[in-house]
């Protein structure tokens, strides 16, 4: 059995066509530009156990990832910003003979850089571009709690599956124009955000930097009608006027990689004429819960399960936990979309599925009697365990983005002699003290729910996909 994973792209692309396929921080490839690209990338590599890509946010990344692709070899993204323990560790993991990226020497001990040129055209010698299905197409790292980030296999079948099923959720087709600007290293960006564009068809415009200013251009220069983001990029959106209120025209604003604060989602609402279509998804399981572009959208809540796809919530003794929309337990999901293990991880494989073959994803979420999810947080981190009650960090953190003098908001549980845990809340504000915020979500949730008590700080700790870091919040962080 095989997969297309970029049909529009099987055997090169009509050369008449030359309306851009592609753009990046203002460059631009039209489909037979990037075919031939990509092809001579392929050329050059086919027949490699894997390739390592220098993914910056550039055309260079693409055509990297698309040439890999047409070669049958399994891509492994690199952050540009990963410091040289998290290279090494890549490196020796996957073990990639060679680093595609922008012309120029690499640093020393890495493996052999090839020089992508975008302006280079060639028809690849021996070209699979039609992938067994499960063949490996991608290893991305993901950094868990602890040790160092393990690689995630990703098969060409649960790529192309997962994209089939967005598209048919958010009425994704050829005639949409993409615009986001996020990291070309993740699940987000470069699967969704690259791979989903050239699959369905649609014009792809990264925006170099995901700013408001940039998204508002797009709109305006290249007609953007489909917009990805996660919440930093949407409340910044959500705090620019004018940049919010370009996004009218848009068919759709999606948000996802974390929570969307209800207030941003109510702003842009109001501003942009739509709030976000919200979605969840982890990179194990790639994207299986999502709100549908023809229903109306919940703040707060992600969606139901996409088609195929099965959820259940369980407690720690894995018994089932109603949908009643209030009760807590951990999200599994069975999914065709599954990765096929984490790379020379045997173990951590195996710990991460159900006797039965169900994901265990490690958040906590509630699901209400429609089939729709909210995610509350990490089981480890924002599933708080206070008097004896279960209290989900997310609902805490919406009540006190509730009030205006709040930006930001990250609650964490902190051993508690008398509770065995109690809440504690961490915010960005102005013109409002912490006592002042436990009273006001002591008046908008149940009194068990209060924060003992609320610092507030000067910024929130956050990754390079905007989720807040919440062990550094803990007691003895440093």
């Known amino acids: 059995m095989f997969v297309d994973l970029i049909p529009a792209l099987h055997g090169g692309a009509s050369p008449s066509d030359r309306s851009p396929a592609v753009t990046v921080d203002g460059r631009s490839l039209d489909r037979a530009g990037l075919a031939s690209a990509a092809g001579a990338v392929a050329s050059r590599i086919t027949g490699m156990p894997s390739v ?8 260079e990344t693409v055509v990297a990832v698309v040439g890999a692709l047409m070669a049958g070899v399994p891509v492994v993204p690199v952050p540009p910003d990963a410091g040289p323990m998290e290279r090494a560790h890549i490196f020796g993991d996957s073990g990639p003979p060679a680093i595609l990226g922008p012309p120029g020497a690499g640093p020393e001990g890495e493996p052999e850089r090839i020089a992508v040129d975008v302006a280079e055209r060639a028809t690849p010698a021996a070209s699979t571009d039609r ?7 991608m290893i991305l ?3 868990g709690t602890t040790g160092l980030p393990k690689g995630v296999i ?7 599956a997962d994209l089939d099923l967005l598209a048919e959720a958010w009425a994704w087709t050829a005639q949409d124009v993409l615009v986001h600007g996020l990291p070309l290293f993740h699940v987000h960006g470069l699967v969704l955000g690259v791979l ?6 649609s014009t792809l415009v990264h925006t170099g930097r995901p700013t408001p200013d940039a998204y508002a251009r797009a709109a305006t220069d290249h007609g953007g009608s489909l917009y990805f983001g996660v919440p930093t990029v949407w409340s910044r959106v959500a705090a620019d006027q004018s940049a919010a209120g370009a996004l009218r025209g848009a068919r759709l604003l999606v948000s996802g990689s974390a929570g969307l604060p209800v207030p941003v989602f109510e702003t842009l609402g109001q501003l942009a004429g739509q709030s976000p279509v919200e979605r969840y998804g982890m ?17 707060g809540w992600v969606g139901r399960p996409l088609s195929g796809v099965r959820t259940r919530l369980v407690d720690e003794g894995g018994a089932p936990v109603p949908p009643d929309g209030e009760s807590v337990g951990e999200l599994e999901v069975l999914t065709p979309t599954a990765m096929v293990g984490y790379l020379n991880r045997p173990e951590a494989t195996a710990a991460l599925r159900t006797d039965d073959g169900w994901i265990r994803t490690g958040d906590a979420a509630c699901v209400d009697r429609d089939g729709w999810h909210r995610i509350v947080g990490r089981q480890s981190t924002d599933l708080i365990k206070s008097g004896g009650f279960r209290i989900g960090a997310g609902e805490v953190e919406q009540a006190l983005l509730a009030h205006p003098g709040v930006s930001e908001a990250a609650v964490i549980g902190v051993a508690d002699s008398d509770l065995g845990q109690a809440v504690v809340g961490f915010v960005v504000a102005s013109g409002v003290t912490g006592e002042e915020l436990c009273r006001f979500v002591a008046r908008t949730l149940s009194v068990h729910k209060r924060p003992r008590r609320v ?4 910024q929130l700790p956050r990754n390079a996909m905007g989720k807040v870091q919440k062990k550094l919040l803990m007691p003895g962080s440093a």
């Open 52 to 59: 390592a890509v220098d993914a910056t946010a550039s055309l």
């Open 131 to 137: 992938l067994p299905a499960d063949r490996v197409a």
């Open 141 to 143: 790292y993901t950094s």
């Open 154 to 160: 990703l098969s060409a079948s649960g790529i192309a």
């Open 196 to 201: 989903g564009a050239l699959r369905v068809g």
């Open 283 to 299: 990179t194990e399981t790639l994207i299986t819960v999502s709100g549908r572009a023809a229903e109306a959208r919940r703040a």
């Open 455 to 458: 610092e507030l700080v000067d």
